[in-house]
């Protein structure tokens, strides 16, 4: 039978990602998403309503998401759902959660935007960090062990 899992979602930051490093070293971070839909209300008019996706990042990917982004900040993500399955220890009852593997992420909005205290036109980078220089225009795309060949997403301003 002939399946194709791809997601491509651009939406807000819920939450600032939360980072934790597997006992090989290896970066995962987790977050969610607010995507905005407009739908009818049945009134004539439209309203919006949110769905909130929950995703997941590792190695390379996954360092540099939680260096840049923060809770508010647009972002778009391209990954594959994949569907967790669990026994609740309490209740015995079996759960389930759907999330997105991310695979690409890229900046998605005004530098800006997301900014804490809702302030329009800040600085993105971190603030233990001088914003990033012009020095990595032209390098080649390394390759993670993660990742083999996939590297090049990275735009040319993030500093590593």
């Keep these: 039978m002939a399946s194709f899992n791809r997601v491509i979602?651009?939406?807000?930051?819920?939450?600032?990602?939360?980072t934790r490093?597997?006992?090989?070293?290896?970066?995962?971070?987790?977050?969610a998403l607010a995507v905005n839909d407009r739908v009818p209300d049945g009134q004539g008019g439209w309203k919006e309503e949110a769905?909130?996706?929950?995703?997941?990042?590792?190695?390379?990917?996954?360092e540099a998401f939680a260096r840049f982004l923060r809770k508010g900040r647009s972002v778009?993500?391209?990954?594959?759902?994949?569907?967790?399955?669990?026994?609740?220890?309490?209740?015995g009852q079996n759960r389930s959660k759907l999330?997105?593997?991310?695979?690409?992420w890229e900046f998605a909005g005004g530098r800006g935007e997301g900014a804490p205290g809702g302030q329009g036109g800040g600085d993105w980078a971190p603030?233990?960090?001088a914003p990033p220089q012009q020095q990595n225009r032209g390098r080649a795309p390394e390759q993670s062990a993660e990742f083999?060949?996939?590297d090049d997403f990275i735009p040319d301003d993030v500093p590593f």
């Design 9 to 18: 979602l651009m939406g807000n930051l819920t939450r600032d990602p939360e």
């Design 21 to 31: 490093q597997s006992q090989s070293g290896t970066f995962v971070v987790r977050g």
């Design 51 to 62: 769905s909130f996706i929950d995703f997941v990042l590792f190695g390379r990917r996954a």
């Design 76 to 91: 778009l993500i391209e990954g594959k759902l994949r569907q967790s399955r669990w026994q609740d220890k309490e209740s």
């Design 99 to 104: 999330e997105v593997i991310v695979d690409n």
């Design 127 to 129: 603030a233990s960090q």
């Design 148 to 150: 083999p060949g996939r």
